[in-house]
């Protein structure tokens, strides 16, 4: 039962979910713009930006423009500027109509800002909404771009926003054999981190291109702590739409290179599961179909049973869960095929570990077993870049 104050809802905390929902009460950084308006106010500037980097309701770009920041062109990351495109879908260059501003795709062929693209550019500015999962792929952006500006003696300046999956970690730590741009980091899925946290890490530990460093300066939120948990003002992408959606990503995003939907072509993508193959274990159903940001949607037009997890109580509060993916792997007639892409499963998971636990019958409490050592390492780390309480 939530309780009201003025500036924020908030859960009645209790010993099952010692976490709480916090709507609005941190302050992003992009809305504090007496920190850093002197840092760009006479500087040639470029965006990283999408839908959800917001001054309150106005977007970054539009706000900066108006205080007389010169913004030269803003680089768009997976989704596209807007936030419109589908999941995988290249993005391509363009002028935006409301600015007129170039916007350039950092999606698809070009994910690394060339030296051409950042010719007369003096500042960069990151200010894209993350939900602290490693496989999500704005941070990957974020990584070339500091790749970018290190190589071409930019400053890059990190708005930081809240982590609305920030209060705990989990999942297996990424092994860099399996490297790609939905993994490029030694961290676990679920990292704990904000963008300006996990930036520091990165530019402090080396794992840019060369173990080169760029001149990073990040500006933080106000009133956010990791303990809190955030509600998101707006989706961060089309196929996470709500709280629900994106607390369930982390465990759910598993099952995409499978024979089970997550839901993707409905009005609850990341909420219900299911395949055309399981309708002798479940009750419930749905029909995937075309709709913006899912244009070619996993079993368009069949019918897939499984379940709902929109609004049910979850058995896993604050972790990373394998329940439904280890039940609909035992409950798959032919499990040869129920990884339709392998290795991108394995990108997923950051290790060939987790799918071979899987196919060797493990229960959840042997894979979590494996994580401990690696996640109580990566703790350590990731208490050295923590910059909220």
Request: hydrophobic letters at 35%.
């Amino acid at each position: 039962m939530a309780c009201q104050t003025e500036n924020a809802t908030v859960d009645a905390a209790s010993e099952e979910n010692p976490a709480q929902l916090v709507k609005l009460s941190p302050t992003p950084a992009a809305e504090n713009i007496e920190a850093y308006f002197t840092i760009l106010k006479g500087k040639n500037v470029a965006l990283v930006v999408n839908q959800t980097s917001l001054v309150k309701q106005i977007h970054l770009a539009d706000t900066l423009l108006r205080l007389g920041i010169s913004i030269k062109k803003i680089f768009a990351p997976e989704h596209g500027f807007r936030g419109t495109a589908d999941a995988g879908e290249t993005v391509s260059d363009g002028i935006d109509t409301q600015t007129g501003l170039p916007v350039i795709s950092l999606y698809g062929k070009n994910k690394k800002p060339s030296q051409e693209q950042l010719k007369d550019i003096e500042i960069v500015v990151f200010d894209i909404q993350d939900v602290g999962v490693r496989f999500y792929t704005y941070i990957s952006t974020m990584h070339y771009v500091m790749e970018a500006c290190a190589e071409e003696g930019i400053k890059l300046v990190v708005l930081d926003r809240p982590n609305p999956n920030g209060f705990y970690v989990d999942g297996p730590v990424l092994d860099t054999a399996f490297r790609s741009f939905v993994g490029m980091h030694p961290i676990p899925v679920v990292h704990g981190l904000t963008v300006g946290e996990l930036a520091t890490m990165i530019n402090s530990e080396g794992w840019l291109k060369k173990g080169a460093q760029c001149n990073l300066e990040v500006i933080k939120c106000e009133k956010y702590q990791h303990k809190n948990r955030y509600s998101l003002p707006i989706k961060p992408s089309p196929n996470l739409p709500n709280d629900r959606a994106i607390e369930l990503y982390p465990s759910l995003c598993f099952f995409e290179p499978t024979i089970v939907s997550v839901g993707r072509g409905t009005d609850t993508p990341f909420q219900i599961i299911g395949s055309p193959q399981h309708k002798a274990f479940y009750e419930f159903q749905f029909t995937p179909q075309s709709t913006p940001g899912a244009n070619y949607p996993k079993h368009k037009g069949r019918v897939c049973y499984g379940k709902d997890l929109s609004s049910a109580p979850l058995e896993y509060k604050n972790s990373l869960f394998l329940t439904e993916l280890i039940g609909f792997y035992k409950q798959t007639e032919n499990k040869a095929n129920f990884f339709t892409n392998a290795d991108f499963f394995d990108l997923l998971a950051g290790t060939k570990q987790l799918r071979q636990q899987l196919t060797e019958g493990k229960t959840e409490e042997e894979i979590r077993e494996s994580w401990i050592l690696p996640l109580e390492k990566y703790n350590k780390l990731r208490n050295k870049y923590m910059l909220y309480e």
